[in-house]
């Protein structure tokens, strides 16, 4: 393992199955706090064009051939393995700038992401190749021709692109939802910090767990990487707008109408509610969470506050409290005890924020703070890229641009006031749109006004108050189960969203046919379809005997109104469609005393449960209930019960399956239709 005092090591690319050196000596990438050299990088004379040919015929071959429950298991194992291995990650994190706390965020947030993903595989994902998106569609009214959405796997390499600040988390954030769709990855991290995501790959492809192919490397510039991507390709890119720009327009990527996915620039805001004047526990809350956005990793967040937007007459009060805090923060090395900030990245990244608030200052002033002192409490003040945070101050913000246009990249923030909810949110919005906004209230008309304002302008608003504050994530934490994108100047992309993630690396496709062969493409079966019946019962089969298209036909049950009247009073639904005739025919959907729904889902069980223990285990549940043709004393009702859907638990000895339930009347039209879920036994002993 390199760590920031060992004489620097050239940082390799792994690339079509082996660790492999760039042509040159390449550029030296130096320790943070302590300018000392930690690597070289260089991707010179590197064949891109074979790399991605490997990772589409090796990588993406393998990967398809797998189900999603196996490549959720696939995520746990090697988010397991890297988490037994964090500390060797933690050690080379100081020489990025990172506290401890800093590092908890990249090395097992990303971890915790890749783990999110493998459950979320296995709990929301089909034990299939084939993703069924959406409902069948009937195209003809004998049921002979009808379509189905499917989503597979694209057949290319998705190259992620990624920023220096957050080297662990922005690879696996990213490289979680497409290993999962089905898709190899292609990784290019940042220089400026790239020597710890190739630690993180050394130990992936140490791990064994992956298929060849299905990760490569390259640490240094992508050359003419771009210049092959096809069709099939994907490319996600997170950084500044302007190279974003740049590559979203690529020739190859333009012509292919290659799937990108941009998380740029963004001028985040924090609004302080007008209900949370100072002293109140929403101010406290507020003041914590901007100073918490403006040291942690220096403030080099793509989702840390640039824009503290409050109530004209709390600002006073706001930035004294702010100077305050910010005036409190142990600044020095990362790798010392008690320090709250570290360093940025680098020194030219300091310079280059030192820039930006020059510029900021042309329209605000600074309260707090000197962007070219430091107090230390620890580090080389000459050769590390320290700086104290910086608070400004505009007076005028509805008159100002520089603030709403210039990100400064750092532990820097804008304080501006607003005179009323309107005005706060035209500042919000100011920022051309941004990956997420927060607001500070207890009030519910200000949280729904503010809410509805700022939503179309950002990919996420979270809402602060003092119910919350225990167990919130905070402003800029972005979680595996939210989308992470904003539109306009934030890059109109979206990462992440949980499943919502996983389909952007999947080709949805419109399926049309005879009902039987759609069911052969999806793994289902499709009303239409042929159904077949046992002398035995569906119930009694267990997962390694039970058929898709199995069919139950049961026998009938006349509803009584004594039947719906014991249920009434069993049960305390005492509904006046169930008990009051003449009030039952004033409503428009009845012409008298009907049965209830649930009186009617509870007769079909009884019509088609096997009540003996066999292979079905449990019933965990219904999905999609309708209720379509009301229920009258006398009617008589059947149910065609038919195996719809298998899915075996990859490490379990018991299944899903699905099926279609149709209840009937004596006219032979559908009163209810819903889905039954049922946990079945793989083998069952006769």
């Known amino acids: 393992m390199t760590t920031a005092s060992a004489a620097p090591r050239a940082l390799e690319n792994y690339l079509c199955g082996q660790w492999i050196r760039g042509a040159k000596a390449g550029s030296v990438l130096l320790d943070a706090a302590t300018g000392a050299p930690v690597a070289s990088i ?17 990588g993406g071959h393998s990967l398809r051939r797998m189900g999603f429950h196996e490549r959720a298991a696939m995520l746990k194992a090697l988010g397991q393995y890297l988490m037994e291995r964090k500390e060797e990650f933690y050690s080379l994190s100081t020489a990025t700038g990172a506290t401890r706390p800093d590092s908890w965020i990249d090395i097992e947030g990303g971890i915790g992401t890749l783990l999110a993903y493998a459950s979320k595989g296995r709990r929301e994902l089909p034990n299939t190749r084939v993703l069924v998106d959406g409902d069948v569609e009937e195209l003809s009214r004998d049921g002979s021709f009808s379509a189905q959405h499917i989503l597979t796997p694209l057949e290319g390499v998705a190259v992620h692109i990624n920023a220096y600040n957050f080297p662990c988390w922005g690879m696996l954030e990213k490289m979680a939802p497409t290993l999962l769709a089905g898709m190899p990855v292609l990784i290019k991290p940042a220089s400026q910090t790239a020597y710890l995501t190739e630690l993180m790959v050394r130990a992936i492809i140490d791990s064994g767990l992956l298929p060849e192919g299905a990760l490569q490397l390259v640490c240094g510039s992508v050359g003419d990487l771009l210049d092959h991507v096809n069709e099939q390709d994907a490319v996600t890119f997170t950084g500044s707008a302007a190279t974003g720009r740049m590559l979203k327009t690529h020739p190859a990527i333009v012509s292919n109408a290659v799937r990108f996915t941009m998380e740029a620039d963004s001028l985040n805001a924090a609004i302080l509610g007008e209900d949370a004047a100072p002293g109140t526990e929403e101010f406290d809350l507020f003041v914590r969470e901007v100073v918490r956005e403006m040291t942690v990793k220096a403030g080099q967040k793509c989702t840390a506050i640039r824009r503290v937007i409050a109530p004209q007459a709390y600002c006073e009060a706001l930035v004294a409290a702010l100077d305050a805090k910010l005036g409190a923060i142990a600044l020095g090395n990362p ?22 608030i020059r510029e900021l200052a042309h329209e605000a002033e600074i309260v707090s703070g000197h962007p070219d002192q430091c107090h230390l409490a620890s580090g080389d003040a000459e050769h590390g890229a320290f700086m104290n945070p910086v608070l400004l101050y505009c007076a005028r913000p509805l008159a100002a641009q520089m603030v709403h246009d210039v990100e400064a990249f750092g532990p820097v923030s804008t304080v501006m006031p607003y005179h009323s909810l309107e005005e706060a949110v035209a500042l919000a919005r100011r920022g051309r749109g941004s990956l997420v906004s927060s607001v500070f209230t207890n009030d519910a008309d200000t949280a729904r006004e503010m809410v509805v304002g700022l939503a179309s302008f950002h990919g996420r608003v979270m809402i602060g108050n003092r119910v919350s504050a225990k167990s919130s994530t905070g402003h800029g934490s972005p979680l595996p189960g939210l989308v992470h994108g904003g539109p306009g100047r934030a890059g109109g992309g979206e990462e992440m969203g ?18 039987h062969l759609l069911g052969a493409v999806t793994g289902r079966w499709i009303p239409g379809a042929p159904a077949h019946n046992d002398t035995v019962h569906p119930f009694r089969k267990s997962l390694a005997e039970l058929r898709i298209g199995e069919q139950l036909t049961t026998a009938t049950r006349t509803v009584t109104l004594e039947d719906i009247e014991h249920f009434a009073h069993f049960t305390g639904d005492t509904f006046y469609a169930h008990m009051d005739e003449e009030a039952a025919r004033q409503n428009p959907f009845f012409d008298g005393r009907v049965a209830h729904g649930y009186l009617i889902v509870s007769f079909a069980a009884g019509l088609f449960v096997d009540p003996a223990p ?14 379509l043709t009301p229920v009258n004393p006398g009617d008589t009702l059947q149910v065609q ?21 149709r209840v009937t009347n004596q006219h032979a039209k559908v009163v209810a239709q819903y889905d039954v879920l049922t946990m079945v036994a793989k083998s069952w002993p006769h």
């Open 614 to 627: 066999g292979p079905v285990l449990a019933n965990y549940g219904v999905d999609h209930l309708r209720f």
């Open 42 to 58: 260089d991707a010179s004379g590197i064949d891109f064009a074979t790399a991605l040919a490997h990772g589409r015929a090796q």
């Open 498 to 515: 949980g499943m919502r993630g996983v389909k952007h690396y999947m080709q949805r496709t419109a399926v049309q046919g005879a009902p």
């Open 335 to 356: 790798a010392d005890e008690g320090i709250r900030m570290g360093p940025l990245a680098s020194l030219s990244q300091r310079e280059e924020v030192r820039g930006r």
């Open 641 to 661: 019960l038919t195996c719809k859907e298998i899915n075996p638990r990859g490490s379990a000895d018991h299944g899903e399956v699905r099926w279609d339930c």
